[in-house]
């Protein structure tokens, strides 16, 4: 990548992201809930872990491979779904094209902007996520599409409670994007040249429909309209997991599992991962950070499925602490949509290649030669930073 839109931490690329972005999109990135408590403590309790490096001995080669549901991943990151609105024109495409360029898998969004099948053919290693929106009759039909697809895993994303409200106010969402908005916007939009641009070579402004939620082919629904239908669904059961998990019949995670109990019926409903997850403290604020759920979870569940993590990462040490914590990969979100908001494609890579090498080098200094070698004994764990939701529940 040119020397001048590379950047060398998370952090940079979220500073070029709000320098990019029109003020209402790049809020819409921060997004999290209320008093966003949540959102900080992801992010803070990383800072609490300590590691226990070696001096000497240190191995010349270290194996950052493993598998998430069944995909050989060239690292333990992969892409989290997220409704990425407006950030890139080619959107979930070219976060598909990095994905596949650095060796790794992607969660892509029933409100995501792409479809399914232009996504796929960007990378082969891609799994569809659903929230529960529409019954069992309309999931089924768009889960079917997400087979035909070619989609290799199903992520259920359950950890949504529709609360509203930010101390520091939400952006404003357009109904949709056309020349009008966009004149509407125009003082936020002008002072963005580079994001005008981008869109502007396209000759067609961003698109705030959802072609996932809509049989092949077709445009489907606006935003607001998919966003409404979610919201009058009636909430599923551990039931309507059992029954979704069968009729997929391949690798099932599901997201937003933050208890043991939780976790007990999610393995009794027959997933085959789940990942520890507050939405990236999007959803009930207040949730403590997902890395101090994590090891709790781990231990009740470890043994029987794939316990993945995301919420919070930033560096590659990050990833590190919640792999000797018990995770088996992480999914980032807000880091590669601040790389694709900072540079689109090469933006998402940098990203990655950041996870990358500070995977590497934190296994060098640890002495471990892969990362399936990592464990407690590696991470500096202080007194009360780990909570055990749900541990004393009935069936827990
Ligand atoms: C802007 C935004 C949109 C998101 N959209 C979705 C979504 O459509 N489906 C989903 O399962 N999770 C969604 N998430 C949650 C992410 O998948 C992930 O859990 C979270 O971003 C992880 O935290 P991090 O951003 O600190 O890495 C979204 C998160 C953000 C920030």
């Known amino acids: 990548m040119a020397r001048d839109v590379w950047f060398e931490t998370v952090a940079i690329a979220q500073q070029r992201a709000k320098k990019r972005l029109p003020k209402s999109s790049y809020s819409a990135l921060v997004a999290a809930s209320e008093k966003g408590l949540t959102v900080s403590d992801n992010v803070e309790a990383f800072g609490e872990l300590g590691f226990a490096p070696h001096v000497v001995g240190a191995l010349e080669k270290r194996d950052l491979s493993t598998t998430v549901m069944g995909q050989e991943i060239s690292l333990p990151v992969i892409i989290s779904p997220t409704g990425v609105q407006a950030v890139d024109p080619d959107g979930e495409v070219a976060v598909a094209r990095a994905a596949a360029a650095r060796g790794t898998a992607m969660g892509l969004s029933s409100f995501a902007s792409k479809p399914i099948e232009d996504v796929i053919a960007a990378n082969p290693k891609l799994f569809f996520q659903v929230y529960w929106s529409g019954g069992r009759d309309v999931i089924a039909a768009r889960v ?40 509407r916007m125009s003082p936020e939009v002008i002072t963005r040249p580079g994001w005008l641009w981008r869109f502007g070579k396209t000759l067609r402004p961003p698109d705030l429909r959802v072609p996932n939620l809509a049989p092949r082919g077709e445009a489907g629904p606006p935003f607001f309209a998919a966003y409404g239908e979610w919201m009058t669904t009636p909430p599923p059961t551990w039931a309507d997991i059992a029954w979704l998990r069968e009729l997929w019949g391949g690798p099932f995670m599901l997201k937003g599992v933050m208890r043991i109990d939780d976790a007990k019926r999610a393995v009794d409903a027959g997933v085959s991962a789940i990942s520890v997850s507050n939405h990236g403290g999007n959803n009930l604020d207040g949730t403590p950070a997902s890395i101090r759920a994590l090891p709790a979870v781990a231990d009740a569940v470890g043994d029987q499925v794939e316990v993945l993590l995301d919420g919070g990462i930033r560096r590659g040490s990050d990833v590190v602490k919640a792999l000797a914590l018990g995770a088996r990969a992480v999914m980032i979100g807000r880091a590669y949509l601040w790389g694709l908001a900072a540079a689109g494609q090469p933006g998402v890579e ?34 009360g930073f780990t909570r055990e939701l749900g541990a004393n529940a009935a069936g827990a």
Do not use: C, Y
């Open 144 to 183: 079917e599409r997400a087979r035909q697809a070619g989609a290799v895993g199903l992520i259920v994303t359950t950890d949504w409670s529709f609360s509203h409200g930010r101390d520091w106010g939400s952006p404003k969402i357009p109904e949709q994007m056309n020349l009008r908005t966009m004149l």
């Open 350 to 383: 940098n990203v990655l290649d950041i996870m990358h090498g500070g995977i590497n080098s934190a296994l060098m200094g640890l002495g471990r030669a892969s990362v399936h070698d990592l464990n407690r004994d590696d991470v500096l764990v202080p007194d």
